[in-house]
Structure formats: structure tokens, C-alpha cells
């Protein structure tokens, strides 16, 4: 199916493991963004890519890593999950300037 | 940087009626979008609604519609005739036209309760 979709959709991890989220979009959009959402902050942005092997910080960037080695994927990587990054993250896509679509989200639990 | 403020971390509106979800921004920018993103139970984040700071007629998508107030920095969505399906956690956003990278700033939400 088109669109972006998000993988695992639920996942639980114990504190210190290494953590990846798959994003992938079948828009050949050129921007992609990963946000966590948590109550009473929204949405805060992880970080952003603007094209393959482009990438930059956003707001909340410690203890994250991604890469985009290819236009349509976007994975992010905990490192070492801690008890913080317990939340719910989103991916999204879009052109320059235009609206950006989300994916379903991934409620990841670390205990 | 800019900020996106929703002060109301609650509302409920009785079917069929009208209620209206605030939003204030500070930025020093004069060229930007502004959103309003429906997030139901089901966790999926849906466009509702979207602004540019360059109109100055108000966005109208239906049964929504927005009050921009660009001087005072406000950013208001108006839900008329209000149905069960419209329950859901309501953000705003915004984001800048100068800036890199086409981010978005969120509040931190508005819970909207339909009560039939």
C-alpha cells in the first residue's frame, strides 16, 4: 500500500538495549522527520532529513541516531534505550513547503 | 525560537453544538504556516486544517474553520455542529517559511470531548 508506514508498532525493550524504528515511505518524499510525542509536550522533533545522506538534529536529539541512505527510509536507532525514551514516535514525510503526513506511530516501552 | 502554546488542556461540547480550541504562537517571523492536526484514539495524526500567514482570510474546511488573528498571534479552530467522531486530541502547529528543514512546532495539545 502507498503511504509511510512504521514498524514495529508496539515494542517493549529493557534499559541499555539498542532500539531501532523503521520508517518507510512510498511517496519519494524528500523531507522525513521523526517526533516522540509525550504528555503535556506534543510533538517535539527528533530529528529531520531533507534527502538521502542529509540529516540534522531537532529539538530532543541526545541518546537517537538515524540514517538515510535511501529516499524512502528512515530509521531511528536508540542505542541504549533508558526509561526516558519511553513514548510514543512518529514518522512523517513531505515535499518542501508542503504538508507533511504521518505515519501510524510506535508506542515503545522501556522497562 | 517559536513556541506554540494551547491553554486549554480539556474541552467538551455537546453534540451538534460549537466549540472553539485556542491556540497562541510567538515568533518574530512574518511569513509561516499554521495547522490544526486531529489525533483520534487510534493514534493517527490527520490534517484538519492549514493557514498561511500571507491570507488574510480565514481557512474554512467544512464544518472547521479558523480565527487568525496575526497581530495578536493567535490561531483559533472552530468546530461547528459537533459529532462523536470529532473526539480526539487536537494540536496546533506551526512552522516557519525561513527557517530549514520545513519543521513543525507543536503545542502540547487540547483533549476535546463530544458529549451526546
Known amino acids: 500500500d502507498a503511504g509511510i508506514t512504521q514498524s514495529p508498532r508496539y515494542k517493549i525493550t529493557e534499559t541499555g538495549r539498542q532500539v531501532t524504528l523503521m520508517c518507510h515511505q512510498t511517496?519519494?518524499?524528500?523531507?522525513m522527520f521523526w517526533y516522540r510525542q509525550d504528555l503535556g509536550h506534543g510533538l517535539r522533533l527528533i530529528y529531520y532529513?531533507?534527502?538521502?545522506?542529509?540529516?540534522d538534529k531537532g529539538e530532543v536529539p541526545d541518546g537517537y541516531v538515524v540514517s538515510r541512505s535511501k529516499t524512502e527510509n528512515f530509521p531511528l536507532t536508540l542505542e541504549s534505550a533508558t526509561r526516558s525514551q519511553t513514548s510514543v514516535y512518529f514518522c512523517?514525510?513531505?515535499?518542501?513547503?508542503?504538508?507533511?503526513?504521518f505515519g501510524p506511530g510506535t508506542r515503545l516501552t522501556v522497562l | 525560537a517559536q513556541t506554540v502554546t494551547q491553554s486549554q488542556p480539556e474541552m467538551s461540547v455537546q453534540e451538534a453544538e460549537t466549540v472553539t480550541l485556542s491556540c497562541t504562537y510567538d515568533?518574530?517571523?512574518?511569513?509561516?504556516?499554521l495547522f490544526w492536526y486531529k489525533q483520534p484514539p487510534s493514534r493517527q495524526m490527520i490534517l484538519v486544517i492549514r493557514?498561511?500567514?500571507?491570507?488574510?482570510q480565514n481557512a474554512t474546511e467544512n464544518r472547521f474553520s479558523v480565527n487568525f488573528q496575526k497581530a495578536a498571534k493567535s490561531f483559533s479552530l472552530k468546530i461547528s455542529d459537533s459529532q462523536l467522531g470529532d473526539a480526539a486530541m487536537y494540536f496546533c502547529?506551526?512552522?516557519?517559511?525561513?527557517?530549514?528543514?520545513?519543521?513543525?512546532?507543536f503545542g502540547a495539545g487540547t483533549i476535546l470531548r463530544v458529549k451526546s
Open positions: 512523517a514525510s513531505s515535499e518542501s513547503h508542503s504538508t507533511q503526513f
Open positions: 493557514q498561511e500567514a500571507y491570507k488574510q
Open positions: 515568533t518574530s517571523e512574518s511569513d509561516y504556516y
Open positions: 502547529a506551526y512552522r516557519s517559511l525561513r527557517e530549514y528543514g520545513n519543521k513543525l512546532v
Open positions: 532529513s531533507a534527502a538521502a545522506d542529509i540529516t
Open positions: 511517496w519519494s518524499h524528500s523531507y
